[in-house]
């Protein structure tokens, strides 16, 4: 399945978990290595076949993800609406 000319889901690589196309790097690795501090230049270095514009679509994947997630806020156990 084509997400954008970038990322991918194919169930048949990294059991289906978007990835850089063409590769097997998980968008998630490139996030995760970013919030730990990772530069674009240590993941350029890191990963010979990826692009600064493959960086920046898996931040923008993740945050197209974000924008349409749906968020259900329910009671603890036990805690009634108080009002």
Known sequence: MTVTDRIE???KIMLGK???RGTRIP??????????GATEADLL???PGLA????K???GYAADILAHEETILTEPPGKAAQG
């Open 57 to 59: 679509a898996a931040v």
């Open 18 to 20: 978007a990835v850089i």
């Open 27 to 36: 968008v998630e690795l490139l996030l995760r290595k970013l919030s730990e």
């Open 45 to 47: 270095d890191a990963y």
């Open 52 to 55: 600064v514009e493959d960086i």
């Open 9 to 11: 889901l194919n169930p």
